[in-house]
């Protein structure tokens, strides 16, 4: 099924948000977290490297985030945009909270180097994509899956759109060596 | 995938499109988010859905108007403080709401002594809640940016453009009305500076209503 038109989109986000913030209740709430919800959860994954459990927990933690912001929430970008702006961002705390935890493990900071071994047995895109440091992850889900520009990654990420678009090409070279089959 | 450089071939930047864009969690996630949103007072509980702050309020109000509260008129007359007497002047308090002024039962109960309080001085007193939805009728070619953001485009009538608006987004926005009666402005604000809104955080806009 085609996608549909983005003014139609925005007309069925703002009614669903409208009837939440009017009700607050349980049915307009339902509604709207099974609008956004499944491309959500499935943005999160991929973010976080595809671990079901870590995965949820940070859903419920920006749909909470989400909610407390709602109703300052202006418009300026699609409802999707916006709430995936915050789940990159609880992604990326999930990532320094992990690292902090972990003595001795890279945080895998952007712009540090990274090396990817010979695959050792035939992996699918979405595996390849799982495998690559988070920060790379990041920057190669947002720019080739979701459509987003350097510009708008390198705010979200607070980097340099230079450094959006040099992590984008390792991360694509990464993949394609994974993917590779010698 | 191609080798030879890093952009992204026409086949390649369709394998990363054609992902799957759409994961259902486990059921039970999206009532553990509900708990979360009640407890922290972000979503209504069960059995505040369709009955809020106001609205009690507004039912102790026509409790007290219909006669329901007979008890709390010992001594007076049955229809005293039920009809504005006309040497008095009635004034409207306008309730406008503020992220703290939201209360639960306590807040209730507080508003429901203070009205009833207010009748049993003898003085008139009604109020409703206003719906957090409503509509704004502007000429076309009136700026709306003020209230940019939440506004529907609905319809366009004419030369009148209609906008479906929220009202229930900020600090200060009017969520409902009280009308005491009061012999002058002195009382009505004595009356008014007791209304537990003000404790809550909230504002009130005290205006005479000028006799017609």
């Known amino acids: ?31 709207l977290y099974q609008y956004a919800t499944p491309y959500l959860y499935q943005f999160i994954l991929r973010l976080i490297g595809g671990n079901e459990n870590d995965a949820q927990d940070i859903l419920q933690d920006v749909w909470i985030r989400a909610v407390e912001r ?34 001795g493990v890279s945080d895998e900071e952007f712009g540090m180097p990274f090396t990817v071994d010979s695959p050792s047995q035939r992996i699918d895109l979405e595996d390849a994509i799982a495998r690559l440091p988070h920060g790379f992850r990041a920057v190669l889900v947002l720019h080739d899956i979701e459509g987003w520009t350097h510009e708008e990654i390198a705010v979200l990420l607070e980097i340099e759109p230079g450094t959006s678009k040099s992590q984008l090409s390792r991360a694509r070279k990464a993949v394609r060596h994974m993917l590779s089959e010698d | ?99 703290t002024s939201r209360g639960g039962q306590d807040l ?18 009604t109020g409703e809640k206003l719906r957090d939805s409503g509509r704004i009728l502007k000429k076309i070619g009136v700026s709306a940016s003020s209230q940019e953001g939440k506004q529907i485009l609905k319809k366009i009538d004419g030369s009148i453009a209609v906008i479906d608006t929220l009202f229930n987004q900020g600090e200060g926005e ?26 809550y955080g909230g504002t009130i806009e005290l205006r005479e209503i000028e006799p017609t």
């Open chain 1, 70 to 103: 709602l109703a300052e929430f202006r418009w300026e970008s699609s409802l999707r945009t916006w709430i995936s702006g915050i789940a990159v961002n609880r992604c990326r705390e999930f990532f320094r909270q992990r690292a902090k935890s972990q003595v």
């Open chain 2, 1 to 99: 995938m191609s080798t030879h450089d890093h952009k992204l071939s026409p086949e390649e930047h369709k394998r990363f499109v054609s992902l799957s864009r759409h994961r259902v969690p486990p059921p039970h996630l999206e009532e553990n988010i509900m708990n979360e949103l009640r407890e922290r007072e972000l979503m209504k509980t069960e059995s505040q859905s369709g009955w809020n702050l106001f609205s009690k309020i507004a039912a102790v109000l026509v409790f007290l108007i219909i006669g329901g509260v007979s008890g709390f008129l010992v001594g007076k007359s049955e229809t005293t403080g039920s009809v504005p007497d006309p040497n008095n002047q009635l004034y409207v308090l306008l309730i406008r709401e503020s992220p």
């Open chain 2, 108 to 125: 209730v109960t507080e508003y429901s002594q203070w009205a009833a309080g207010v009748h049993n001085s003898g003085r008139y007193i």
């Open chain 1, 1 to 31: 099924m085609e996608p549909a038109p983005q003014a139609q989109t925005h007309t069925v986000e703002r009614q669903l948000v409208g009837d939440f913030l009017v009700a607050r209740d349980a049915q307009s709430f339902h509604q």
């Open chain 2, 174 to 199: 009017l969520g409902g009305y009280f009308i005491i009666e009061a012999k002058d402005y002195d009382e009505a604000v004595k009356i008014a500076s007791q209304c537990p809104h003000l404790k």
